[in-house]
């Protein structure tokens, strides 16, 4: 209702005849109307005034889907009219709304029988007491995007329809561009919540896998693919889906359909480390794309939306690689250097990486969190370091060694210790290193810890270590038969091992190997 | 302009009065000026009727500042009207506008002269010819989102002025809507260039302040602020802006006043490589916040930017982190191994690491890239990695050794080259390890490469090598004088050493130390 003007100043009332208040109450409604924010009730609401304005008997509403170039039955009004019309979609050039449509203007049918456009292939029953008919575009800045028929009127106010139409469609078009800002909004927040999650894995072909599935979700799309080109030698291409990983040339796309697609290209860019440049040039690494929006076409904000996502993935893949290239070489070089040190003796060749294994074996058996298998590992892997200050003379001598020499050889916890103790980063595995000969009833060294003053860590590699030397040929003895390896750790449970790694480490011994489980 | 109905099925039309056929025009008019896409087109076209409809002599058209509860001038239209007026703003209840607007009413005046509310502090002069004025508020959805004033009319067509003030609130809404949307397509578009650009660098100080900058931007703000607390101990909190890094209490501000703020939070999420989780909980690790929109107020979008921003950059941020971790852990273990290799000989104590400090500056002052750099601090650091084959007899001899042991010491570059060689990440860095003791006539070992045989990394490091060789102590001669060490280096320029890593060398050298070079 329009606002009443302040009666105290209302003598300048210009007095309106009946048929112009009748009007103006009839724009009134249609700003009643244009103040909805649901689709639905402003094309129900707008189209009854229509009907009524008209004095007609029934309506019915389509709008112009343009990416499928089909009008859609979106509301049919009136007491003999049929609801199970909605939805139906026709060509917008067939029948008489779609000539409305292509030719921009309104068309009034006297008698629906005698025009040749009707559609005759529509239940005759259900339109037999249709006699008339006006069809209005719906024109937005001149361009249709809908239409309106009304049938069996009484007026053919064709003017005013036209105005009422106009002025709906310019409402219909902001109802849309509110339910479209609504809409980018909650893909935004999608965005927020997206954007936390790429990154919750540094392994790349996850990270790609979990980029494929949630762009999906977030362009509305099908399908969505990650194409990686190899780092070297550009020609082999990654494909990854929900389907995982393919190693395909990007043509073949199992016989999918693409209807449409859009794509953003995950780049590689330079980037520094204080002064360093560890990454040089800006270089396309691979894509993303997205195919088959499932409503409609890929807009503008699709693209950007998608840009978005390729570019916080390319940058977490890269920092990603960057990282994992780091720990591969630091894991290689401690592995190398164990190698190097244990090759010493021939005796002692493979000593630490089969410790490692084993220690990471019991870890993983005992249920420990992966940082304290990933702590676990290193740790074994450099448990002999300090030999590096045995003399060689010592460590290499195929003879038993003088009391002299092996009080020389026991100093390497403490001289292993003394070394790493020098890298910050690696205080979590020290212990590996400085307590893998200490026994649980102190007899143990350097320090003759007792139980639980001996960390897991150490607990853990100290059993691994025994089981290794036990089971490998030594200067003094041939390796010992597996079994009363066994037998010596279990009798010696409490006294010189811990019970929950040695079951942990009998328990993945029997599970890697069966029937032989010594295979070194 | 209505589209005219198809002629051939005319004989419906209703005929119109011509009061009723006016006022069709003027709807029409109406439908024309809401096409526009043009806030400012669309406000004078908007008054223009109004005034015409009212056959006024001028008329001002307000908007709402919601923010600023103020009512902001935007058109002033009429022959005596007055131009200069545009852009003033007036309180929201002030006057007869803010009358009209907080009661939601329209008022009409019949003499200005006699109304208390009409603004006495206004030019006399220039107000002096307005006789009456309409006022009316522009409502949407019942809610005043500005006003409009006719003077000088003759017909108070209230009713009509209304639904006209009513429809053009609603497109004005409608621009309004359109304009964010397009402005929401502009931000997103900045934040794909940002979300490129945020990862560019990894260090954490350089980011944090970059992301600061950028928040600034892409939030029209007047400042951003990062604040991260320490990684242990989470009280002292750093702040981050254009000023740089400070160290202070989230509560001093410098005394900058904030009008309005948006803050979203900085976590670091848990993070897996493979099957290790390598990042256990999330946790807040800081936040960014941006201070005073330059107009407005932040709204939900700013809001969701801001946290596709904080999110994009945690992510950067933590993998940045356990990246420096790694490679901190890299450089840190290969630095105390170097040493511990060193430390068996009391005159080699501390050599490797003073020949990659040397090799370094060496490379830095050539204009090497920063690649480059890198690979010749890890690869001067490892050059005698070799010696951890060699036995120690020979290593720790005090006395001259023998050919022979002469002749086994010479295998260290070979037996460092066949050890790192296994390192799949290290082969840029092996030819400091390999090349070390060539000489550009090819007199050196261990295959007696010639001139441009041998790389620029062996060469710089044998030129850093002999250096340090030279000026500390050995068994068999005390420290060189520096500057017989640079005549040495100058002589042998083309014979021994190459050109450009010895005038580099000296040039280093003289440069760090203008005094007394070597403080070693």
Redesign the interface.
């Known amino acids: 209702m329009?606002?009443?003007?302040?009666t105290s100043?209302?003598?300048?009332?210009?007095p309106?005849?009946a048929?112009?208040?009748n009007?103006?109450a009839v724009?009134?409604q249609a700003?009643r109307i244009?103040?909805m924010t649901s689709l639905d009730d402003l094309l129900d609401q707008m189209l009854e005034l229509m009907i009524e304005v008209s004095e007609g008997e029934a309506g019915t509403l389509y709008l112009l889907d343009q990416a499928a170039g089909e009008l859609v039955f979106k509301v049919v009004k009136g007491e003999k009219s049929s609801p199970e019309f909605k939805g139906l979609r026709i060509r917008q050039d067939q029948g008489i709304v779609g000539a409305a449509v292509q030719?921009?203007?309104?068309?009034?049918?006297?008698d629906i029988a005698k025009d040749p456009r009707w559609y005759r292939d529509m239940d005759p029953e259900k339109t037999a007491h249709l006699r008339?008919v006006i069809t209005l575009?719906l024109?937005?800045?001149?361009n249709p995007i809908g239409a309106v028929q009304i049938f069996n009127?009484v007026?053919?106010?064709?003017?005013?329809l036209?105005?009422l139409g106009?002025?709906m469609a310019?409402?219909v078009?902001?109802v849309m561009?509110?339910d479209?800002?609504h809409r980018?909004?909650q893909r935004?927040?999608a965005?927020?919540d997206i954007?936390?999650r790429?990154?919750?894995?540094?392994?790349s072909e996850?990270l790609l896998r979990l980029l494929a599935e949630l762009a999906t979700d977030l362009m509305e799309a099908e399908k969505s693919s990650v194409m990686l080109a190899e780092r070297q030698g550009q020609e082999m291409m990654f494909f990854f889906d929900e389907n995982g990983k393919d190693s395909i040339s990007p043509g073949q796309r199992h016989g999918f359909l693409a209807r449409s697609a859009c794509a953003a290209p995950l780049?590689a860019?330079?980037?520094?480390?204080?002064?360093?440049?560890?990454a040089?040039e800006e270089r396309v690494i691979g894509n993303l794309m997205v195919l088959n929006k499932k409503s409609g076409v890929f807009d503008?904000?699709d693209t950007?939306?998608l840009?978005?996502l390729a570019?916080?993935a390319?940058?977490?893949l890269?920092?990603?690689g960057?990282?994992?290239?780091?720990?591969?070489?630091?894991l290689?070089?401690?592995k190398?250097?164990a190698?190097?040190?244990d090759a010493k003796d021939p005796y002692t060749r493979g000593h630490s990486q089969r410790v490692s294994d084993i220690s990471v074996a019991i870890a993983q058996e005992m249920g420990l969190?992966?940082?304290l298998?990933?702590d676990i590992q290193i740790g074994s892997l450099l448990h002999d370091i300090g030999k590096?200050?045995v003399?060689?003379?010592i460590i290499t001598k195929p003879d038993p060694l003088t009391s002299e020499e092996f009080e020389q050889m026991k100093r390497h916890p403490t001289i292993g210790l003394r070394?790493?103790s020098?890298?910050?980063?690696?205080s979590n595995v020290l212990p590996a290193i400085s307590e893998h000969h200490e026994r649980v009833d102190g007899s143990g060294y350097p320090l003759g810890l007792h139980g639980e003053q001996i960390s897991q860590i150490g607990l853990i590699v100290s059993v691994a270590d025994v089981f290794d030397a036990m089971t490998t040929n030594r200067p003094y003895r041939q390796a010992v038969e597996i079994d009363l390896v066994f037998d010596h750790l279990h009798e010696n449970i409490g006294r010189l091992y811990d019970r929950r790694c040695v079951e942990a480490l009998i328990k993945t011994v029997i599970q890697a190997n069966p029937r032989n489980p010594i295979s070194s």
């Open positions: 329009p606002n009443k003007p302040s100043t209302g003598s300048f009332n210009n309106l005849t048929n112009r208040r009007l103006i724009l009134d700003n244009a103040s030719q921009r203007e309104l068309i009034v049918i006297e008339n575009p024109l937005l800045q001149g009127f007026h053919a106010e064709l003017e005013l036209q105005v106009n002025r310019s409402e078009d902001k561009l509110l479209k800002s980018t909004n935004l927040q965005l927020v954007l936390g790429v990154g919750a894995t540094l392994d996850q780049r860019r330079p980037i520094t480390v204080g002064k360093s440049r560890i040089r503008a904000e950007q939306l840009e978005i570019n916080h390319s940058t977490v890269q920092i990603a960057l990282y994992g290239e780091a720990n591969e070489l630091f290689d070089f401690i190398v250097l190698a190097t040190i969190s992966a940082d298998v990933h590096i200050g003399p060689d003379t070394i790493m020098q890298v910050h980063l690696l």
